[in-house]
């Protein structure tokens, strides 16, 4: 089921994203993120010297100072700040001038597009994120990195998908994700973009996948325009299907490009880019306005359709194809490039006899204008037990070019000859490129284990359970199934910025202990509903990426973890790659359970306000304050100002403390403000109510 079967609504556009950027240490290692604090050994060692006592005036300045940079790629001038420092991390999808839009509907599997005389086309589709506090307008969707200077830990914050038109939001429909859910993102593919026309630059060669779940119930809504489309009234019908949980989008994004505002349009180069944003920066706070943000804008197109039993609610299921090869790509004006596809999803329809392919993150574009790389014909091979190989279909390229990947986002139908359905369900499916000799660009994991939480934060102390979801083929699995749990570490490790590959964790540098999996193995023995669940605790703060590694039991013995995994796949030898890997991005929070006895022993000590002030800034505001400055400019807080803190206190306790840990209000929008730290928040709290009466006892009972 899921995307992958009919009906299917599809939309194209543009994506916004406004990530702060001078916490990811990408030129100038501004942030400790392993203890959530600025890289106070880095800010001495500049000029002037910065410290905790003279960051406030200082650090801002330096950060929006242009330096000097030389890379790999080129040498420059651009501030520590980098390109977005007044950055609130939003993401929408629409940007200054254009809107995301329903682009077609798909009733049935053979059928037409639908697109002339249904309202449901040209309507506007969005993401938003939960309303204020005492409000009811939404906030924006919330970009957060588990691991703030890495490139694969990304998750996509969001209450709901809406689609309407100028008017009326949810005109159409509105859709809720569940509470504690979010968007995960998966298939990052460094190479998804081969850039021959050298336009694209940072993430703009990247793409990713992303996927959320709606439930059926009272937050998913048909709008008053629902009646007049029947695109919508099928989905709307289908959702009333036995089996059916709710509504799933999924999404591509890529080409990601920057500097795209008009006061950029005649800089040449990056120092003239950043030479004219710290222009404009300068100009801003002089004249006492909000800094301009300077948000990246990315290409995207996406699909929506039905969430049913057994699929996880944010990564793509089905039959999963991952690449085995890289292969040579001949490109604009007799250039080539060697590189891997991206992986693909799968799910063979047995009545209607068609295969449905998702490659909305596999075939690679050229360069800038979006045009697809020519792999000429795709042939759809199934392996069947005895090794027989039999050509089920072949995608021609203007089935997966440009055109027809924007229309339908991707996705292919393949219609099948009766006799092939049972193969297919019984075999392996591989893709194959025959541009000049034939060659396996995708093979099917017979038995894939996947996360539903991508992303996880665990405190000092705390035990996470995970939920890991095993498919044989793309179903529920049939035999029993080991999970083999191998941690990995970036490499350099932090606060180096952007690690290039994970390194296998040893015993003496294992940032998290697995609980109840002997030698990091779990079992799935009995099918069930095709899960087990596993259980961790932090040995100390840091990043570790747990990767799955499922094997049948018996024969052959399994293949053990490799001992590096790679961004990109380079040889036969190093398959598992950031692109292809299953695996869930873990935050070690810092560990400060001591830091609310530290401030109640000082208050013990020397019940003074001031020095109360002192240490709460110090050891829980100041970074924010001076690395996220877009709350003070664009939100109002100072987080700097004693008496700004103390007269929003309550309102800071609710957004640091009392909301969800996934609300896209929720502070900070890092998610790296310790347990520790948070109750240091409300123990201040309690001492400003009290109006500074409360003894050391009366704040923590059996001091």
């Known amino acids: 089921m899921s995307v992958l079967s009919v009906p299917r609504i599809y939309f194209k556009g543009q994506a916004s994203w406004n990530p702060a950027t001078a916490n990811n240490n990408d030129q100038w290692m501004t942030f400790d993120t392993v203890k959530a604090e600025l890289d106070w050994g880095f800010l001495g060692s500049q000029h002037p010297p910065i410290s905790a006592e003279n960051a406030g005036a200082r650090f801002p300045l330096w950060a929006r100072t242009l330096q000097h940079y030389s890379g790999p790629d080129g040498r420059w001038y651009q501030p520590p700040a980098e390109w977005n420092y007044y950055g609130g991390n939003e993401v929408a999808l629409h940007t200054r001038r254009t809107q995301t839009m329903v682009t077609g509907a798909q009733l049935t599997y053979g059928g037409t597009d639908r697109a002339d005389g249904d309202p449901l086309i ?15 307008f939404p906030t924006a969707a919330r970009l957060v990195d588990v691991n703030p ?11 709901s998908l809406q689609i309407g038109d100028e008017r009326s939001p949810t005109a159409f429909l509105h859709a809720d994700v569940a509470p504690g859910a979010y968007m995960g993102s998966q298939w990052l593919n460094l190479r998804r973009n081969l850039n021959a026309d050298h336009q694209l630059e940072i993430a703009g060669v990247g793409g990713s996948v992303m996927q959320a779940c709606m439930p059926k119930g009272d937050s998913l809504r048909f709008g008053r325009m629902c009646d007049r489309s029947p695109s919508l009234q099928g989905l709307a019908a289908a959702l009333r299907r036995p ?10 994004a890529y080409m990601t490009r920057y500097f795209t505002a008009e006061e950029f349009a005649d800089c040449k180069g990056k120092t003239e880019k950043y030479t004219r944003l710290v222009q404009l920066w300068d100009a801003d706070l002089h004249s006492g306005r909000a800094p301009t943000q300077n948000p990246a804008v990315s290409s995207v197109v996406g699909t929506i359709g039905l969430w049913c039993d057994g699929e996880l609610a944010s990564s793509a299921g089905g039959r999963y194809l991952a690449p085995m090869a890289r292969i040579a790509m001949s490109l604009p004006e007799g250039q080539t490039a060697d590189a891997a596809l ?4 799968a799910e063979v329809h047995q009545e209607e006899a068609v295969l449905s392919l998702d490659m909305g993150g596999t075939v690679p574009e050229c360069d800038s204008s979006g045009r697809k790389v020519d792999l000429g014909p795709l042939e759809v091979v199934v392996v069947e037990g005895s090794g027989r190989a039999t050509t089920v279909a072949t995608l021609a390229p203007e089935d997966y070019d440009r055109a027809r990947y924007e229309k339908r986002a991707g996705i292919v139908d393949v219609d099948l000859r009766d006799d092939d359905v049972p193969k297919i369900v019984n ?5 194959v490129a025959r541009a000049s000799e034939a060659v396996v660009a995708l093979e099917e994991m017979s038995v894939t284990a996947e996360a539903e939480s991508r992303c996880v934060w665990v405190e000092e102390g705390e035990v996470v359970g995970l939920r890991v979801h095993v498919r044989q083929n793309g179903a529920l699995p049939t035999d029993t199934v080991h999970v083999r749990l191998a941690q990995y570490l970036p490499d350099p490790p932090p606060p180096c910025p952007n690690p290039q590959s994970w390194v296998l964790a040893s015993r003496e540098t294992a940032v998290l202990a697995f609980l109840g999996a002997p030698d990091d193995v779990v079992t799935l023995a009995e099918p069930g509903d095709g899960s087990v669940e596993i259980r961790f605790r932090s040995l100390r703060p840091g990043f570790a990426t747990i990767a799955f590694f499922p094997h049948r039991d018996g024969p052959p013995p399994p293949v053990p973890p490799p001992s590096r995994v790679l961004p990109m796949l380079l040889d036969q030898t190093h398959r598992v790659t950031m692109t292809s890997a299953s695996f869930c991005s873990v935050r070690a929070m810092p560990f400060d359970n001591d830091l609310p006895r530290r401030f109640a022993r000082q208050w013990e000590e020397r019940p003074d306000p001031s020095a109360a002030w002192d ?5 829980v505001l100041a970074l924010y304050q001076l690395l996220y400055p877009a709350m003070l400019h664009f939100g109002g807080l100072d987080l700097g100002d004693r008496r700004a803190v103390e007269r929003n206190i309550n309102r800071i306790l609710e957004l640091t403390c009392e909301v969800e840990p996934t609300s896209t209000v929720r502070m900070p929008v890092t998610r790296d403000l310790s ?10 709290a309690q001492l400003v109510r009290s109006d500074w009466q409360l003894t050391a006892l009366e704040l923590v009972p059996g001091l």
């Open 122 to 136: 040209g309507s506007y589709v969005e993401i938003v994120g939960d309303p204020y506090p005492g409000t009811t």
């Open 149 to 159: 200077n890495s490139f694969w830990s990304t998750c996509l914050l969001l209450r």
């Open 243 to 252: 089996g059916v949980k709710g509504l799933m989008v999924r999404l591509s």
């Open 342 to 345: 991206g992986p693909a999803v």
């Open 427 to 431: 075999g392996t499916l591989r893709l």
């Open 615 to 619: 240490f709460v800034y110090k050891n």
């Open 675 to 684: 347990a520790g730290k948070r109750a240091v928040l409300r123990l201040y």
